[in-house]
């Protein structure tokens, strides 16, 4: 209790008493004896008057607040104004009780330990929680190097096989026909390990890596992406029909929009109609200021009724040839949410699948940024 008047004391512990109130406490009225006190008596609630001979309620709630004492401050003063009593409880303090109304001072001092002890356990929440945010920080970036590491360690050796079986299947000669079947299994096999591995490359890089807008080439890019995949058995049979109407730039992530198309093509590409004459995909898009519309069809194999809920789920396969390990669709519906979009399917089995994708187009978001270099 910091207060120098005795007869004040009295009254302040008759009226704690009289309302049941059980505690001990100790008096002070100077400044050296209020620091001693709290590092020594440890008081659960500070009583105040305000002014005092050598020392104020004011310069004890800085001296609190300075030391990290985490205990309710409670004004027990005279009259005082209305202003005056604002600025304490800006200034730190839990509440003020007049002089002449102790009646509320029990109460007051039960509320603001309650209400201390709510912003204690906050406190702790939000400090177990930044500690907790912090250690998934680090085990995510530790997970993305180790994906990265062994991704492309694994990778290398990979090829180095896959070249070399290539080169056996090309020296092959008539003696050696009996290990033809053989080497096929191998490379198949080869294939598919390497594209599990780049499906959990892509969805690595975009489950953690922020987005980054840019300009894009949607054209180029598309025309790009069919440049890689012209390796693929089977693309050389394929039809490609690329329509792009920009009435404006598009602005959007080219890293997620290569993996979008990347996975689209391909599976098209894996999933074609091989007995069908004409074997085709086709991708229409428009971009508006506000938004990319995308249309990518196929005459492929399509897609059953019973599947096509369940495309874009994690590690799903439709068939047991399928290669990879059945996150390609799923990566490319975590792409496009990333990117604020949405995508639909539609399929009938034996004939194709459609998909529409809608992309914002975040061009406003650039020449905010060009702007704001320009002017500093």
Do not use: W
Not at 44 to 72: M, R, T, W
Not at 231 to 240: F, I, N, V
């Amino acid at each position: 209790m910091l207060e120098d008047l005795q007869d004040d004391v009295g009254l302040i512990e008759h009226a704690l008493s009289r309302d049941g109130v059980h505690f001990t406490s100790i008096q002070v009225d100077s400044r050296d004896e209020f620091v001693q006190a709290l590092q020594a008596f440890l008081p659960d609630v500070i009583l105040s008057d305000h002014s005092l001979p050598q020392f104020n309620s004011i310069e004890a709630l800085k001296i609190c607040k300075e030391h990290g004492y985490n205990v309710p401050f409670i004004l027990v003063t005279g009259t005082v104004s209305e202003e005056f009593a604002v600025s304490c409880l800006k200034q730190g303090a839990d509440d003020y009780v007049l002089k002449s109304n102790l009646a509320r001072l029990s109460s007051a001092i039960a509320n603001s330990m309650r209400q201390r002890q709510v912003e204690t356990r906050r406190r702790q929440a939000e400090t177990a929680l930044r500690k907790q945010n912090e250690e998934l920080t680090k085990i995510n970036k530790e997970l993305d190097s180790f994906v990265y590491s062994v991704s492309h360690n694994l990778r290398a050796p990979l090829m180095s096989v896959l070249g070399l079986v290539q080169l056996a299947k090309m020296d092959d000669d008539n003696h050696q026909k009996l290990f033809h079947e053989y080497f096929n299994r191998i490379e198949h096999s080869i294939y598919k390990l390497d594209e599990t591995l780049k499906e959990i490359l892509d969805y690595s890089r975009n489950a953690r890596s922020e987005v980054c807008i840019e300009r894009v080439n949607l054209r180029g890019l598309i025309e790009e992406t069919f440049d890689r995949m012209r390796y693929l058995s089977g693309s050389e049979g394929m039809d490609k029909e690329i329509q792009v109407e920009e009435d404006v730039p598009l602005f959007s992530d080219a890293h997620r929009l290569i993996v979008i198309f990347n996975n689209l093509i391909s599976n098209s590409i894996k999933y074609r109609a091989a007995t069908k004459e004409r074997q085709f995909i086709r991708i229409n898009v428009r971009v508006t200021r506000t938004d990319a519309f995308i249309h990518f069809e196929d005459n492929g194999i399509g897609i059953s009724p019973e599947l096509i809920t369940k495309i874009f789920d994690m590690f799903f396969r439709a068939t047991a040839k399928s290669e990879g390990a059945g996150l390609g669709l799923y990566i490319v519906k975590e792409a496009i949410d990333k990117l604020g979009g949405a995508i639909q399917v539609r399929s009938n089995f034996g004939e194709g699948t459609t998909f529409e994708i809608r992309l914002p187009n975040k061009q406003e978001i650039v020449p905010l940024i060009t702007t704001q270099q320009q002017a500093s």
